[in-house]
T-cell receptor
Framework: QKEVEQDPGPLSVPEGAIVSLNCTYS??????FMWYRQYSRKGPELLMYTYSSGNKEDGRFTAQVDKSSKYISLFIRDSQPSDSATYLC??????????????FGSGTRLQVQP | ETGVTQTPRHLVMGMTNKKSLKCEQH?????MYWYKQSAKKPLELMFV???????ENNSVPSRFSPECPNSSHLFLHLHTLQPEDSALYLC????????????FGDGTRLSIL
């Protein structure tokens, strides 16, 4: 079983829709949670990161963490064609150097149709 | 414009060649990482350097040899690679004194003939 599970999609939505992207994980040692966006032929770009359970909002993006269920989500409001990309969830176990490395989900490909 | 620069962007090499990938970060970070991204697989951690010391080697074959001469530069030396090593190789950096997220370069697309 993978440590981090993420639906690969592709997910196709019309412009203006609310998008929900999700990951589940099995290792309760994960404490830090991130979402990256990756456009074709580019590296992952950090969107949001959070430490605690609960919600964190930044513009059209909301990250949600539920540690009790080992479940994280990214919501995109008013989706735009420019949001079309692969979204990667990532998590790490802690601050110590050896625990800081990221474990990634396989990524969800999102297509926002104009 | 990314604060982590990787060169070359594309590399085609034969199985017997020796080449090196270069990464430079302009963010003042002191931890650097190599990841491998293959089609339809999650990013896989290869190496972690903190303050120029290798602190993690994630069971990577010896045909991959990292080097970190200072906190701004990271190299990945390649020799006698296999076709399954064709992938996107990504470099990342972070500030290591406390937990901070990693920032990635755009990667080197490596193809092994």
């Amino acid at each position: 079983q993978k440590e981090v599970e993420q639906d690969p999609g592709p997910l196709s939505v019309p412009e203006g829709a609310i998008v929900s992207l999700n990951c589940t994980y099995s290792n309760s040692a994960f404490q830090y949670f991130m979402w990256y966006r990756q456009y074709s032929r580019k590296g992952p770009e950090l969107l949001m990161y959070t430490y605690s359970s609960g919600n964190k909002e930044d513009g059209r993006f909301t990250a949600q963490v539920d540690k009790s269920s080992k479940y994280i989500s990214l919501f995109i409001r008013d989706s735009q064609p420019s949001d079309s990309a692969t979204y990667l969830c990532a998590m790490s176990r802690g601050r110590d150097t050896g625990r800081r490395a990221l474990t990634f989900g396989s990524g969800t490909r999102l297509q926002v149709q104009p | 414009e990314t604060g982590v620069t990787q060169t070359p962007r594309h590399l085609v090499m034969g199985m017997t060649n020796k080449k090196s990938l270069k990464c430079e970060q302009h963010l003042g970070h002191n931890a650097m990482y190599w990841y491998k991204q293959s089609a339809k697989k999650p990013l896989e951690l290869m190496f972690v350097y903190s303050l120029e010391e290798r602190v993690e080697n994630n069971s990577v074959p010896s045909r991959f040899s990292p080097e970190c001469p200072n906190s701004s530069h990271l190299f990945l030396h390649l020799h006698t690679l296999q076709p399954e090593d064709s992938a996107l190789y990504l470099c990342a950096s972070s500030q290591g004194t406390d937990w901070q997220p990693q920032h990635f370069g755009d990667g080197t697309r490596l193809s092994i003939l």
